[in-house]
């Protein structure tokens, strides 16, 4: 059976260091057919830049997909249309640059992934997550064996609501953002795997991926503060999705944890 890999948020250097190491590796032992990667912590902790998109596809990532911070490395917007295998959020307003999807073939199947943004408690600018999935599938279907859709959210209720919504339409609706793993993977009634967050793949002795400290002190005083990325604990996390024979569902779903 086809093999997955959603890898989430890359959390700056640390995160980046951990995927350069032990993807290669994982895609032989773990016999993957397709790694993807949420990108959109890896510089720094903020956005991604065009060198960074580059060492990680070379690393042995397939497709890197965005968040929120899609733009937050200054130059990144010029960029990101040369990469075919990168995506922004698809529900940004059409006027963004960068592409809506991307496509990944691998043993004569092509999949097709593609992130939306939730817009509870998320500040973009960006169209219903919902109406925004469907369109997509309505485009992707006719073009693609797999369909993976990343919920890119804060709301645990916005992304399992998006779970059932496309349940038995896409492979598997895997969540990202929260950085924090949740223990909820399954492959829902119509045979899409769900899971709210894959958690983020950085320094987990910190908050979010942030040092402790100035995070902790922000919460007294509100002041602004740098926030580094953090060091230790570093892990990669993600889930691992096992297509069905046609690929168009999912037969199984968990979270991979790698220290
Ligand atoms: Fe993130
Ligand atoms: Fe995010």
């Known amino acids: 059976m086809p093999k997955l890999l959603f890898i989430g948020d890359i959390v700056g250097r640390p995160g980046r260091e951990i995927v350069a190491e032990r993807v290669p ?10 790694v993807i990667a949420n990108a959109e912590n890896s510089a720094a902790g903020a956005g991604i830049t065009g060198l960074i998109a580059r060492s990680l596809l070379e690393s042995g990532i397939d497709a890197i997909t965005l968040g929120d911070h899609v733009w937050d490395q200054r130059g990144w917007e010029t960029e990101i249309s040369h990469f075919e295998r990168v995506c922004r959020p698809a529900n940004l307003p059409e006027s963004c640059p960068g592409r809506d999807h991307v496509f990944v073939e691998a043993g004569g199947r092509r999949l097709a992934v593609f992130t939306v943004l939730g817009r509870q408690y998320l500040g973009m ?10 369109r997509m599938l309505e485009r992707l279907g006719p073009l693609a064996d797999t369909i993976v859709v990343e919920v890119h959210a804060e709301a645990t209720s ?16 895997l969540g990202t953002h929260t950085h924090v793993p949740t223990a909820d993977a399954a492959v829902l009634p119509r045979g ?20 402790v ?20 604990d570093v892990r990669l ?3 691992l999705v096992i297509l069905g024979p046609d690929g168009k569902r999912a037969e199984g779903i968990e979270l991979v944890t790698v220290r």
Request: contains cysteine; proline residues 5%; hydrophobic residues 40%.
């Open 192 to 211: 899409s795997a769900f899971i709210c967050d894959v958690g983020m793949t950085g320094p987990y002795a910190s908050v979010l991926g942030r040092e």
């Open 213 to 232: 400290k100035p995070v902790v002190e922000r919460f007294f005083d509100g002041m602004p503060r740098r926030f580094e990325v953090a060091t230790g």
């Open 237 to 239: 996390s993600g889930a």
């Open 25 to 34: 590796k994982l895609r032989m032992d773990m016999g993957l057919d397709f």
């Open 125 to 134: 600018k960006a169209e219903c997550p919902f109406r925004c999935a469907d």
């Open 158 to 173: 916005e992304k399992q609501a998006l779970g059932w919504h496309l349940d038995g339409r896409v492979a598997a609706i």
